[in-house]
């Protein structure tokens, strides 16, 4: 079956220090993948994507990506956290075989503490 | 910059009265989709549409219909409500199927 994991439901982090925050995906063709941020009654708002190229991608705000076909993983990552880049963050994956399937992940809160 | 905007923002229904959610956006975006958001599931896709009139299912779609009669609009309809369609609903829209997707800040509906 085709999805995405985001194995964690939480994350915490110091401000200042670095934050990673995981997405696996499963689909039969090749993925293309997003990062959305959610902020409290909010919608989403698109972080940086991958399709094709460099394996590291940079987004807004900081935030950048790795793409590893190998483990088929897709972490966002950003070196130093701020505590205003608390909120949910959501994985996202289209099947570039099946292109009007698109699945999020279940999201992870990120706490940033002062 | 309106964006992606949705009405109304908030809703409380009875069990089988029914409604309509409207989405606008002014991106002259061709892809228009419904999402619906339930805690810890992530974001479910109800339906979508590549353009003005048409519209296809996505991975929820049972109790739902929708329209896209203008392309700037796209309406989900609740034909006789239940209280498992309470959730927090999304619209968004998208230039192409490969650009990033929009989204409104959602519609809470609650039935009762």
């Known amino acids: 079956a085709q999805s995405v994991a985001q194995p964690e439901d939480q994350v915490n982090v110091a401000e200042g220090n670095p934050l990673t925050v995981k997405c696996t995906y499963s689909?039969?063709?090749?993925?293309?993948l997003f990062w959305y941020v959610q902020y409290p009654n909010r919608g989403l708002q698109f972080l940086l994507k991958?399709?094709?190229?460099?394996?590291l991608v940079k987004g807004s705000y900081g935030f950048e990506a790795e793409f590893n076909k190998s483990q088929t993983s897709f972490h966002l990552k950003k070196p130093s956290a701020l505590v205003s880049d608390s909120a949910l963050y959501f994985c996202?994956?289209?099947?570039?075989?099946?292109?009007?399937?698109?699945?999020f992940g279940s999201g992870t809160k990120l706490n940033v503490k002062p | 910059n309106a964006g992606v905007t949705q009405t109304p923002k908030f809703r409380v229904l009875k069990t089988g009265q029914s409604m309509t959610l409207l989405c606008a956006q002014d991106?002259?975006?061709?892809?228009m989709y419904w999402y619906r958001q339930d805690p810890g599931m992530g974001l479910r896709l109800i339906h979508y549409?590549?353009?003005?009139?048409?519209?296809a299912k996505g991975e929820v779609p049972d109790g739902y219909n929708v329209s896209r009669l203008k392309k700037q609009n796209f309406l989900l309809g609740l034909e006789s409500a239940a209280p498992s369609q309470t959730s927090v609903y999304f619209c968004?829209?998208?230039?192409?199927?490969?650009?990033?997707?929009?989204f409104g800040d959602g519609t809470r509906l609650s039935i009762l």
């Open positions: 968004a829209s998208s230039l192409s199927w490969n650009q990033p997707q929009h």
């Open positions: 689909v039969s063709g090749n993925p293309y």
């Open positions: 991958y399709i094709t190229g460099d394996n």
């Open positions: 996202a994956v289209r099947d570039l075989d099946n292109f009007n399937k698109f699945y």
């Open positions: 991106m002259n975006h061709e892809y």
């Open positions: 549409s590549v353009g003005e009139g048409t519209t």
